[in-house]
């Protein structure tokens, strides 16, 4: 019996280029959910995805709640942090007009407390930003994710040096070259196509631009698409087939 594979993909902030985004996946018919902070402090204004924005991107795509104002939430009170999280579902639900049923912590911080919140606040689906799971965890609150689509770097964190370092079983030539994030995104999908799991590619679409990475995205997106044994998925779709 054939191994599942599943692709899926989410993208964090709400910046206007997420719209730029979008023509990439629905080019290679890649799936994904964009996680949408509306009042996101760390950009202006004019900067974020307008609410008909936000509704066009709903139509072929998941939307995800990211905060309100995107402050790391365990920096705040908790009474803060519970407005941050339930108002922002509340104003994607009223915008869109269908129940937002993800959430992304931002910054990717998070503690028992903040978790217990968001579960408080009725979401099924959680998205960290921990690398390297190749598999749904039984905590669907704290899902991780496979690779970020940004470069690695010398500063990476020892732990994902040993994993790339796997990942390129432990030729040095390889660690190198899969220190190139696309490099390393193509290596990674290898390995889950052939053995099966959950391939979840993440990032930022003005983390994109402004590394100058589109052509890298590209070329990312078409190698993993249009494969016959591969589901495509948003974050909560991934849900559904695993159960």
């Known amino acids: 019996m054939k191994k599942q594979v599943i692709v899926t993909t989410s993208w ?36 974020l995805l307008s609410d008909n924005e936000i509704i066009k991107i709903n139509r072929d795509f998941e939307v995800g709640a990211h905060t309100m104002t995107h402050p ?39 503690n028992r ?13 959680s998205r960290t930003m921990e690398k390297f799971k190749l598999n749904l965890t039984k905590n669907f609150l704290l899902s991780g994710t496979t690779l970020e689509a940004h470069r690695n770097s010398l500063l990476t964190l020892p732990l994902d040096y040993l994993k790339i370092l796997a990942f390129s079983r432990f030729n040095l030539i ?10 390393l995104a193509k290596k990674i999908f290898d390995y889950v196509e052939k053995n099966g799991g959950v391939y979840h590619l993440w990032g930022h ?5 402004k590394s100058n990475d589109w052509k890298k995205i590209d070329q ?24």
Not at 235 to 240: A, C, D, G, Q
């Open 113 to 125: 407390n903040i978790i217990e919140l968001v579960g408080k606040a009725d979401f099924y689906y």
């Open 205 to 209: 679409s003005w983390v994109i631009e």
């Open 174 to 183: 390889e660690f190198f070259k899969n220190l190139h994030w696309e490099y």
């Open 12 to 47: 964090d902030d709400g910046h206007k280029l997420d719209l730029k985004l979008t023509k990439l996946l629905k080019k290679y018919g890649i799936r994904g959910t964009f996680y949408v902070s509306p009042k996101n402090r760390e950009f202006r204004k004019e900067d």
């Open 220 to 243: 990312v997106l078409s190698y993993i698409s249009k494969k016959k044994n591969v589901d495509y998925c948003t974050n909560f779709e991934t849900l559904r087939i695993i159960r």
């Open 72 to 110: 790391r939430l365990t920096k705040i009170s908790e009474r803060e942090a519970f407005n941050e999280i339930i108002d922002s579902k509340k104003y994607l639900e009223n915008l869109i007009g269908e129940e937002v049923r993800c959430f992304c912590y931002p910054g990717g911080k998070y």
